[in-house]
């Protein structure tokens, strides 16, 4: 609900105004001639007192979500955009989902998938984005971050794995550049989680399911001398279906001490996540149609990593009357040890192309707001003011190995990267109907980079005369580097009219990249043409984007809440350090824009429907100007013939962007009996390559749940998956690579094959099947 306020006769003043928030004589000007308007000669009635928090209201006591419920009327800066949406954590839990990660796709046209082990980072798809594992989602827990900048894997890495759904008291899902509390990854959009203070009653539960599928929790709050303390112990194993068994081995625990509430209170939070598993990777496609693979097998059967998470998180808030301040602090450690092989025998056609990936980061950081409403010339105003600091300290890098030995380093880099950020923004309540806001937000990130790489373990390839030579890049792509961005954000909403409300907003963004592709100079792995070092473009800091959306929300049928949004996002530049390679892949400028309908229904009580779609367009901007060199030399004589260049040329494809997304959800039941729940999910066709040559299957997945709860708070349940049976793909790819089975495995070895087309390899669609149907049986019960 928009906020409220109580005038008194001279309360209204400006002067009066700007005392109370201290603002300057120059902006109390400004907004004197601002209001001086034919919108000023209309008064307006006296209002309620105001109330305030410091953000969207969440709920500070919970019982373990059982039925759902209607979701908490949204924070004035939680409904300035018609996408924008709070989820209770009864309505996260309220259908079946396989791992922790999917519980956020309660988010309309989001979809959350996976194309390795159980616990690794998500991918992540929205808005025409195939979002690696997190990039442009920003993904917060109790006001930490969870997106990783300059990550050993993939810029933005957001890591799901180790949330424990059933403890969310609310999920704030905000899409767009528009929020001047929102800044770093968060351009395609935010995801607010909170965990609850404290539960009304002890749970536990314990589910076993297809696939040596395995899960128990229990969690319970305490009275401390006035304060309540949360405990909550999660235990988890998996198999899969594959032919390589996941054997993930997942261990979580929360414990929370807080007094008060989230407006008026202080917490002190505790986390601790440990994580192992064997992943089966995607697979090439012409591998299983000739049967040299089945479905469910896997190239490496060492794929696989294992992942630690500590955190420790402070929150103090306060209100009084027409002012609310909240400050958040924290500290993290993550460990992270990835092995991986994507191209087989592509780069190594003797051992191999496994690569490992590592990460060891210490992160703390800080988020404070400060929150007045006032009056300037009898309009209600709402003016935030905030602080947000980060600064990580990490040690990661890039190895070749074999069967998990590794034998050279690729990367091997220590570094430091700090920055904060600057926002405020204000609300001016026109007339009843009409609220506008405005804001601003600036951000610094600096840099250090410092490699850590010698001549013994730095790699090895031969030159022009056969030789084998090190190159060690290393110190030559060490060196510092920071950079400053300024992001405005603007918004109008109009209404209620007949329950209906339109929305207008404007932001800028941006997106950090990873800093290593900042101060790199040369390439890691190749020689020049003249067997020196071969130099490679640097990338910046920080990209901007920009984006705009119209919309509207309406209620007009009684129990149908419906909501639709035109919206366009460009970026800068695609630029980016890859992971995986150790080095920077030139990307343009882009544009996205799309449509994005969502609509909930609920007739009665016992009964709820979901239905959502998201249609998009994704292109890339200009001329791809490095792919079109390389192209021309995989259709030069004596490289055409290969094939290589399918899939190669130049085109204006954003890869594996999503062109429709949708789901239908249907909840029956009540807190006590009977209950059940549909969930249905579809991702569009999607280009794998630049030139479209290669595309994704469709895949729709349905999900089914069926369950009793006991009055004596006990409930059994059963969840099955992938009920049709689905045979898509949870994840596709097209790349080249090479088997030891390809005829053009045995022309490059003896040197008969292009260099070209030798490095590409064959070009294929690579995917992650579908897993197939699955059941898994909960039985709960409260202490």
Request: charged fraction near 20%; proline fraction near 5%; hydrophobic fraction near 40%.
């Amino acid at each position: 609900m928009p906020p409220r306020f109580a005038r008194g006769a001279e309360n209204g003043s400006i002067t009066r105004s700007c005392r109370l928030f201290y603002l300057s004589q120059s902006v109390c000007a400004i907004a004197l001639l601002a209001v001086a308007s034919p919108l000023s000669a209309r008064a307006q009635e006296a209002l309620p007192e105001i109330e305030i928090g410091a953000d969207a209201p969440r709920s500070t006591s919970a019982a373990l979500p059982s039925s759902r419920t209607t979701a908490p009327d949204q924070a004035r800066n939680s409904d300035e955009a018609a996408s924008v949406r709070t989820f209770t954590g009864a309505e996260v839990n309220a259908t079946p989902f396989t791992r922790p990660g999917e519980a956020l796709e309660v988010v309309p046209g989001l979809i959350v998938s996976q194309h390795s082990g159980e616990g690794k980072a998500n991918q992540y798809f929205l808005r025409g984005f195939n979002l690696d594992h997190g990039a442009d989602l920003a993904l917060h827990l109790d006001g930490m971050p969870l997106n990783m900048r300059t990550h050993g894997h993939a810029q933005g890495y957001a890591d799901a794995n180790f949330l424990i759904p059933e403890l969310l008291s609310s999920v704030v899902a905000r899409k767009g550049p528009y929020f001047a509390d929102d800044g770093d990854f968060a351009s395609a959009g935010s995801l607010h989680l909170q965990y609850v203070d404290r539960l009304d009653k002890g749970s536990w539960s314990v589910t076993g399911g297809s696939f040596g599928y395995g899960r128990a929790l229990s969690a319970q709050s305490f009275e401390v001398n006035g304060a309540s303390l949360l405990t909550a112990v999660e235990t988890s194993v998996y198999d899969g279906p594959w032919t390589r068994p996941d054997e993930v081995r997942k261990i979580n625990g929360v414990m929370r001490w807080s007094r008060g509430s989230q407006d008026n209170g202080v917490s002190i939070t505790g986390m601790a996540y440990a994580n192992r598993w064997y992943s089966t990777d995607q697979i090439p496609q012409r591998a299983v149609l000739g049967g040299a693979l089945p479905l469910w097998g896997g190239v490496d059967r060492t794929d696989g990593g294992d992942t630690t998470r500590f955190s420790l998180s402070t929150r103090w808030s306060e209100t009084d009357g027409d002012r609310a301040s909240r400050i958040e602090a924290y500290v993290v450690r993550t460990t992270l040890d990835l092995y991986n092989n994507f191209t087989y025998f592509l780069g190594h056609p003797d051992i191999g192309d496994q690569f490992r990936q590592f990460d060891r980061r210490s992160l703390l950081g800080v988020n404070a707001v400060h929150k007045v409403a006032y009056e300037i010339a009898r309009f209600p105003v709402e003016t935030r003011v905030g602080f947000q600091g980060r600064y990580d300290d990490m040690r990661l890098g890039l190895q070749e190995t074999a069967r998990r030995r590794p034998y050279d380093a690729i990367r091997n880099d220590h570094v430091n990267e700090g920055g904060f950020a600057l926002w405020t923004d204000s609300t001016l309540f026109l007339t009843p109907w009409l609220r506008s806001t405005a804001g601003v937000r600036v951000d610094y990130v600096h840099a250090d980079v410092k490699s850590l790489q010698t001549l013994f373990d730095a790699p090895r390839v031969s030159d022009s005369a056969g030789d084998i030579v090190a190159i060690l890049s290393g110190p030559f792509n060490s060196g510092s580097k920071g950079a400053a961005v300024v992001s405005p954000k603007a918004g109008l909403v109009l209404g209620p009219f007949h329950k209906t409300e339109l929305f207008l907003n404007f932001g800028e963004g941006f997106h950090s990249t990873d800093a290593r592709g900042t101060v790199q100079n040369f390439d890691t792995t190749a020689l020049s043409d003249t067997d020196g070092f071969a130099q490679v473009a640097r990338i910046p800091l920080l990209v901007k984007s920009r984006g705009a959306e119209i919309g509207a929300r309406t209620r007009i049928i009684d129990g149908l809440a419906s909501s639709i949004s035109l919206w366009w996002l460009d970026f800068d530049s695609e630029n980016q350090f890859v992971g995986d390679t150790g080095t920077t892949s030139f990307g343009r400028p882009s544009r996205r824009y799309g449509l994005e309908i969502a609509n909930h229904y609920t007739p009665v009580p016992w009964l709820h429907f979901e239905g959502d779609v998201a249609l998009t367009h994704a292109r890339f901007r200009g001329v791809d100007q490095l792919q079109t060199l390389a192209w021309l030399d995989l259709v030069a004589p004596g490289a055409i013939g290969y094939g290589a260049f399918l899939g190669n040329a130049p085109g204006n494809y954003l890869t594996n962007a999503p062109n429709i997304i949708a789901s239908l959800g249907l909840e029956v039941g009540e807190s006590s009996g009977w209950f059940a729940a549909l969930k249905y999910r579809y991702l569009g066709v999607r280009p794998l390559t630049e030139d479209g040559y290669f595309k994704s299957p469709a895949t729709g997945v349905l999900n089914l749940r069926i369950g009793y709860r006991f009055e004596n708070g006990w409930r059994i349940q059963a969840d099955a998956f992938n009920v049709a049976n689905s045979r898509s793909d949870q994840i596709t790819y097209a790349y080249g690579s090479l088997l030891p089975a390809d005829a053009l495995h045995g022309l490059c070895a003896g040197g008969v094959a292009p260099g070209a087309v030798c490095s590409v390899g064959v070009m294929d669609r690579h995917f992650k099947p579908a897993e197939p149907p699955a059941v898994r049986v909960t039985v709960g019960g409260i202490f």
